[in-house]
């Protein structure tokens, strides 16, 4: 008990000391927090500011992207602790616990390790390419959260760091507001009509109350499916849940880096690296994946997040989707009478024959409860002996009690 104790007592004194030596290396930091890329007191090249969804579920800009170059040193914007450093979702991350509050930085190449404790401006990493939000552009992906909720970074800075925007799109040098913004994307089916659009649902394979993160276009099996854009093929293969999908970069449109994908399908009819025009056929629809049916799943990533595309393109010339029946898959389209072309024609019941004969509810007849099985060695009860005899008789044996009955 005394030597069990004595550990005990060391192991307490171990995390005091060690406490009270990170709180010593805190008291001794500077106070001021800097920009983590850049000139550590700005002006801040801000490329995508902050924009946190209205709901946690929703899509939207969670941090600020600051313009960079790969290589360029990317620093601790404040004290703290790394809380975590190495490849997170094909890219490198590394996060700063400060306290309440935590920052991230990505796409990073990590120089620090797990528990190292760094002071405001202390490199912690280099701007790696490999999971930029500017895509083909390099730019660093800053983040804040207190507890669960995100916060400005731009914040943590105060008032001694400027903020410099840059353009996104062309300007007039007379100050005049942009251009209103063209569709930017057409259409990745001939006759766009959405059957599942872009939100939160219950995926109708798995049961799961979701984001679905794309809008649900109807295309029968072997449909040419065709880029919303001009661009460079990104990837193209096998991915798991989506089948067969193909990702398109198309660089910068309305100032945003926009990336699609096209799932589901049954063929793919480019390859990864090639550049297509508009409207080049990437496949052909199908039902690959964890699918229903052939359709095609239509995905945007604006920013590196993934973005409802239907404010993307054309509007006002997809039908929208139909009503959804209270349980079973879409209703398919009829010939006027009720019924698919392709299916065939309900019998209709014959009146003669008694179990075909349609009954209304108020004809419906109660049938009696039938005795229960028996069991083996039961005893035989006197109302089925007496159909037994029955039975005898209209196959022409003469009637006899069973030999059980006949001995009483």
């Known amino acids: 008990m005394r030597r069990g104790g004595l550990a005990t007592s060391l192991g307490g004194m171990n995390l005091i000391v060690a406490a009270t030596t990170l709180a010593v290396v805190l008291a001794g930091w500077p106070a001021a927090w800097v920009l983590p890329i850049g000139p550590p007191a700005g002006p801040a090249p801000v490329v995508h500011g902050f924009d946190p969804p209205d709901q946690p579920w929703l899509a939207g800009h969670r941090g600020v992207d600051l313009a960079g170059t790969v290589g360029a040193e990317v620093r601790a914007a404040g004290p703290g602790v790394v809380a975590y450093a190495g490849p997170l979702a094909g890219r490198g991350v590394v996060v700063v616990d400060h306290g309440t509050l935590r920052t991230t ?8 390790t797990l528990g190292d404790a760094v002071a405001a401006g202390q490199p912690v990493g280099t701007l790696a390419a490999a999971g930029s939000h500017c895509a083909p552009a390099a730019c660093l992906h800053w983040g804040a959260r207190e507890g669960q909720r995100y916060v400005d970074p731009l914040a943590l800075v105060g008032t001694g760091a400027d903020i410099q925007l840059l353009p996104l799109d062309e ?8 251009p209103p913004a063209s569709t930017a994307l057409g259409w990745p ?7 599942s659009p872009f939100g939160i649902r219950v995926h109708p394979v798995t049961g799961v109350l979701k984001l679905h993160d794309g809008t649900d276009f109807a295309a029968a099996c072997g449909t040419p499916i065709r880029a919303a854009a001009a661009g460079r093929v990104t990837d193209a293969g096998e991915r798991g849940a989506y ?6 970069d198309h660089g910068r449109l309305r100032g945003t880096p926009v990336t699609t994908s096209y799932g589901h399908l049954s063929a793919v ?10 409207g080049h ?18 995905m945007l990533y604006a920013a590196g997040q993934v973005t409802d595309p239907m404010p993307w393109l054309p509007a006002g010339q997809a039908a929208s989707p139909p009503t959804r029946l209270a349980s079973g898959p879409l209703p398919r389209p009829s010939d006027g009478a009720g019924h698919h072309p392709s299916s065939p024609r309900p019998r209709r019941p014959d009146p003669s024959l008694p179990h075909t004969r349609p009954r209304s509810s108020a004809s419906q007849v109660t049938l009696p409860t039938l005795p ?5 060695g039961a005893r035989r009860t006197p109302h089925r002996a007496q159909r037994t005899q029955a039975r005898r008789q209209r196959r022409g044996h003469p009637p006899c009690l069973p030999l059980r009955h006949a001995q009483r």
Request: some cysteine; charged content about 15%; glycine content about 12%.
């Open 243 to 248: 089948g067969l999908q193909v990702t398109v």
């Open 269 to 278: 009819t480019v390859a990864a690296g090639q550049t297509i025009p508009a």
């Open 105 to 112: 930085y990505e796409p990073v190449t990590a120089s620090v």
């Open 171 to 178: 300007r007039t040098l007379s100050g005049d507001p942009p």
């Open 189 to 195: 089916v001939a006759s766009p009509h959405v059957t």
């Open 372 to 376: 229960k099985k028996r069991s083996v």
């Open 281 to 298: 056929a990437v496949g052909r629809a199908g039902d690959t994946g964890l699918s229903t049916g052939c359709h095609l799943h239509f």
